[in-house]
């Protein structure tokens, strides 16, 4: 089935805008889009003012990057809906849009195998001392020692912070390596470890016994700097530290200190704490991270294949389509609020 072939258009045109993007074009949105009997128009913005002018005029919006915070929703007079592109909604201020009737939507189960892929990736390399061995070679030098200390993998522990459907991908993956995994998530429920086979731990628990700590945190308030000073001092001396979730879960400065101190040996960031795409401008000199050998960051890149960047792209627009044709959206993030909310 194509991906147009479910909707049928209204007789107007309501406006879609695509906030932001950063693939080739728009084109799979908009054959999605204008088969719902949608206009498409794109934007780059990069800032929440560059989105007030189109706001009161939009059917619904579609973000990648830029945030819709409260300023643009409170201006809008005809959206029914705001769709994120990925899965976490901390760029859509969801209580306003709540409170002004408005539904979002988000991409779900698209890039489960790519994250937790990326995650083993970064462990691997950094735990095998990888990028030493690389620039050691690429200078002449061929020593084993040149990577010293290497320690084995099996026999040791890893702790994984949430673990949802990411987290036990990366879980099952990591166990094949012979490595105790245990978990930080407060909202899983007990008999759900059981069945994993996962113990859970208290965070004081897991900074003390793992010698590696896989972040898969998404972003709220209560996980914002979820890894600071005081957790890193708690670590183990020579611990890996890798953040596949949210960037700003990790405290990039507090990081520097533990990795220049010598506590920490490595890790790997797919997204420093001051998530890059999301400014204007940017420069590496921002971050100190990026001047040790011992980081390696890549650029939020862990969800992505050809394979998962076009479901995200095809599931946001289908979201908008589905509600700008009167059809139940499959991934709702605010629906039971909307729905028990005084018309």
Not at 4 to 18: E, M, N
Not at 111 to 135: F, G, N, Q, S
Not at 270 to 296: G, H, I, Y
Request: glycine fraction near 6%; proline fraction near 6%.
């Amino acid at each position: 089935m194509s991906r147009t072939a479910s909707f049928k258009p209204r007789s107007d045109r309501p406006l879609v805008v695509i906030t932001d993007f950063d693939f080739d074009d728009i084109s799979v949105e908009t054959e999605i889009l204008e088969a719902a009997g949608a206009k498409v128009i794109a934007l780059q913005a990069k800032q929440e003012e560059d989105l007030f002018d189109i706001a009161p005029c939009c059917a619904a919006m579609i973000n990648q990057y830029a945030r819709i915070g409260r300023k643009t929703i409170t201006r809008m007079k005809h959206c029914e809906v705001i769709a994120r592109y990925g899965v976490g909604v901390d760029i859509v201020d969801v209580d306003t849009a709540t409170e002004r009737g408005i539904l979002v939507t988000n991409v779900q189960n698209y890039c489960t195998e790519e994250v937790a892929d990326h995650a083993i990736a970064l462990w691997l390399t950094l735990a095998r001392k990888l990028p030493d061995y690389d620039r050691a070679t690429h200078a002449g030098i061929w020593q084993w020692q040149s990577g010293q200390p290497v320690y084995r993998l099996r026999g040791r522990t890893m702790g994984v912070v949430s673990l949802g459907k990411i987290g036990q991908a990366i879980m099952a993956r990591a166990q094949a390596f012979g490595v105790t995994v245990i978990a930080y998530d407060p909202f899983l429920p007990a008999e759900v470890a059981a069945k994993l086979g996962v113990e859970l731990v208290g965070k004081a628990d897991l900074l003390a016994r793992s010698d590696y700590i896989l972040m898969q945190a998404p972003m709220t308030p209560d996980t914002h700097h979820f890894l600071s000073d005081s957790e890193f001092a708690a670590m183990k001396p020579g611990a890996i530290l890798v953040n596949t979730g949210r960037g700003p879960t990790v405290d990039n400065k507090a990081l520097f200190r533990a990795l220049s101190e010598g506590h920490l040996a490595a890790a790997g960031l797919d997204d420093p704490e001051e998530e890059p795409a999301k400014r204007a401008s940017w420069t590496p000199d921002d971050n100190p991270l990026f001047t040790l050998p011992n980081v390696l960051v890549t650029p939020h890149a862990a969800y992505y294949s050809e394979e998962s960047i076009l479901a995200a792209r095809t599931i946001a627009a289908t979201q908008v389509a589905k509600v700008l044709t009167g059809q139940k959206p499959d991934y709702t993030v605010n629906a039971q609020a909307l729905a028990a909310t005084p018309a």
